[in-house]
Antibody
C-alpha cells in the first residue's frame, strides 16, 4: 500500500524558513517523480515543484522559484521541500504527491494528507 | 504557461443525474490531462489520467474524453459520495497547471 506522510508544517513569520518532509512507502521510491502541490485556504490547487526519480532534474512554479528547493533522499525514501523567504501568500496546505509514471510531467496518483504552513506575524 | 479553464464553476444535481464538466486548455496538450476529485479536508484523488484512462479502483460511472484543447469529465449516474470538487490538470509541460475547480452540489 502506497503511503505518503508529510511533516514540518507550522506557523512562521514572513521572511522565515521552514522545511517540509514526506516519507514514502509501498513503492520503489527512486522510480517515480515526486512533487509538491499546495492549496491556500478555500482556494484551488497550485502546483509547486517536481523532482525526477533520480533527483537529477527539478522544476518549480515561478511563484516559488529561487525561494524553495525540492530534494529527495533515496536511502531514506524521503522527499523534502526547503522553503525560505516565506510570504503571507505561501500560506497553504502543502501536499506531497507521487508521480504516476517515470516522466516528470505527469499526473499524481497518490497524495499525502497535507501539512499546513501559515506565514504570519 | 498553459491556462486550464473549467466550466461550470459549480453545478447542482440530483442523485442519479448525469453530470458533465468541461476543461479547456489555452494550447494543445494532446491527451496529457488528468481529473481529480477532492472532498473537504481531504487530499485530491486521481480519477482519470491520459484524458480517458480510468485510475484503478475508480468506479466506471466516471469517464473522460477529449484531446488537444477540449476535455470532458462525465459522471454517468451521480451517487451521494460523488458530491465534491473536481479539478483538471495538464501534464503536458511545466509549469503544471490546474483548472479552477468545479463544485458538484446536491440539488
Amino acid at each position: 500500500e502506497v503511503q505518503l506522510l508529510e511533516s514540518g508544517g507550522g506557523l512562521v513569520q514572513p521572511g522565515g524558513s521552514l522545511r517540509l518532509s514526506c516519507v514514502a512507502s509501498g513503492f520503489t521510491f527512486s522510480s517515480y517523480a515526486m512533487g509538491w502541490v499546495r492549496q491556500a485556504p478555500g482556494k484551488g490547487l497550485e502546483w509547486v515543484s517536481v523532482i525526477s526519480g533520480s533527483g537529477g532534474s527539478t522544476y518549480y512554479a515561478d511563484s516559488v522559484k529561487g525561494r524553495f528547493t525540492i530534494s529527495r533522499d533515496i536511502s531514506k525514501n524521503t522527499l523534502s521541500l526547503q522553503m525560505s523567504r516565506l510570504r503571507a501568500e505561501d500560506t497553504a496546505v502543502y501536499f506531497c504527491a507521487k508521480g504516476s509514471g517515470g516522466a516528470v510531467t505527469a499526473s499524481f496518483d497518490y497524495w499525502g494528507q497535507g501539512t499546513l504552513v501559515t506565514v504570519s506575524s | 504557461d498553459i491556462q486550464m479553464t473549467q466550466s461550470p464553476s459549480s453545478v447542482s444535481a440530483s442523485v442519479g443525474a448525469r453530470v458533465t464538466i468541461t476543461c479547456r486548455a489555452s494550447q494543445g496538450i494532446s491527451t496529457w490531462l488528468a481529473w481529480y476529485q477532492q472532498k473537504p479536508g481531504k487530499p485530491p484523488k486521481l480519477l482519470i489520467y491520459a484524458a480517458s484512462s480510468l485510475q484503478s479502483g475508480v468506479p466506471s460511472r466516471f469517464s473522460g474524453s477529449g484531446s488537444g484543447t477540449d476535455f470532458t469529465l462525465t459522471i454517468s449516474s451521480l451517487q451521494p459520495e460523488d458530491f465534491a470538487t473536481y479539478y483538471c490538470q495538464q501534464a503536458n509541460s511545466f509549469p503544471l497547471t490546474f483548472g479552477g475547480g468545479t463544485k458538484v452540489e446536491i440539488k
